[in-house]
């Protein structure tokens, strides 16, 4: 498995600010996923971090809104831009570690409250 | 058709009890097949991969039905412990993802 951490843990921010939420990943690895968790509902796939171009962007999810940087293997960055009430939800880095694994692994979850 | 359902709980039982899960899916390509259990607050974490010919973890038990596109999660002698969420996920995303239930919320009580 792989450690990962993710910060902040929680956030409480204003509308139309944006927050950049951190994602470190104590070894290499080649697929790091970003979700969004709202109350009661499942985990929703936003978009895959790659390294060293643009992410892939799940229907429904954009750069302007949601952008990823990957700079390298270990580490990935979401931002949630020009936030509204609507973004408030639990934001969460994903990893796969490859080599044969087709499990997930998720860092500790950013709750994201927007007032 | 959702591509991923679960039972829809809660499910609140006594310490002792045996329960069981199902998740329904879509796909049928699908190669991959986990149960992940989410404590409040919490991210997800894998509890155990879902095996074609099934597969015991102590007091738990996963089986994969393919024919019917469902999988199953038991837990006998239910701890308190056992509290949780339990999503089901199953490889096949788009890009490589992982694709969730929504979960079933367990509450074992004393």
């Known amino acids: 498995s792989a450690v990962i951490s993710q910060k902040p843990s929680r956030d409480i921010c204003q509308r139309g600010t944006s927050l950049t939420i951190q994602c470190q990943v104590d070894s290499q690895v080649t697929m790091m996923f970003w979700y969004r968790q709202q109350p009661g509902q499942s985990l929703t796939l936003i978009a895959t971090?790659?390294?060293?171009?643009?992410?892939?962007?799940e229907s429904g999810f954009v750069i302007d809104k949601f952008p990823i940087s990957r700079p390298n293997l270990t580490f990935s960055t979401l931002t949630v831009s020009n936030m509204s009430p609507e973004d408030s939800s639990i934001y969460l880095c994903s990893v796969d570690p490859g080599q044969g694994a087709t499990e997930a692994f998720f860092g500790q979850g950013t709750r994201l409250t927007v007032v | 058709r959702k591509e991923v359902e679960q039972d829809p709980g809660p499910f609140n039982v006594p310490e002792g009890a045996t329960v069981a899960f199902n998740c329904t899916y879509s796909?049928?390509?699908?190669?991959?097949f986990f149960w992940y259990r989410q404590d409040c607050r919490k991210e997800p974490k894998l509890l155990m991969s879902v095996y074609s010919s099934g597969n015991e973890d102590g007091r738990f038990t996963a089986q994969l039905n393919r024919a019917s596109q469902y999988i199953s999660l038991l837990i006998r002698d239910s701890k308190l412990s056992d509290s949780a969420t339990y999503l089901c996920a199953l490889g096949g995303g788009s890009q490589g993802n992982l694709i969730f239930g929504k979960g079933t919320k367990l509450s074992v009580k004393p």
């Open positions: 971090a790659n390294q060293g171009s643009e992410a892939t962007y």
């Open positions: 796909n049928s390509a699908s190669q991959s």
